[in-house]
């Protein structure tokens, strides 16, 4: 069964840093493409990046590019998205997606940027 799990959002001030992680089950992350998306309150959700296989990053939302990075940790089957110089527009709940067969979201995790 897959699985995502979220982690390590939480509550900074403009200008901060955060490391989300999306740890999965049931599949390898070493050969998937995982993307991350974000739900701001009263908003669709939008996608922010994307992981490709090969390890390179495709930015869906511009304003992440410059500040937002993602990483892989093989051993641990985990993704990191590293934000830096957050603004409080960045505040949203911070969703893991992989597609396979359908589409599968973690439980998100929170991020609020106060200014």
């Known amino acids: 069964e897959v699985q995502l799990v979220e982690s390590g959002g939480g509550w900074v001030q403009a200008g901060e840093s955060l490391t989300l992680s999306c740890t999965a089950s049931g599949f390898t992350l070493d050969d998937s493409a995982i993307a991350w998306f974000r739900q701001a309150s009263g908003k669709e959700r939008e996608g922010v990046l994307c992981y490709t296989p090969s390890r390179l990053t495709i930015y869906y939302e511009d304003s992440a590019k410059g500040r937002f990075t993602i990483s892989a940790e093989n051993a641990k089957n985990t993704v990191y998205l590293r934000m830096s110089s957050l603004k409080p527009e960045d505040t949203a709940v911070y969703y893991c997606?992989?597609?396979?067969?359908?589409?599968?979201w973690g439980q998100g995790t929170q991020v609020t940027v106060s200014s």
């Open positions: 997606y992989y597609f396979y067969q359908y589409v599968h």
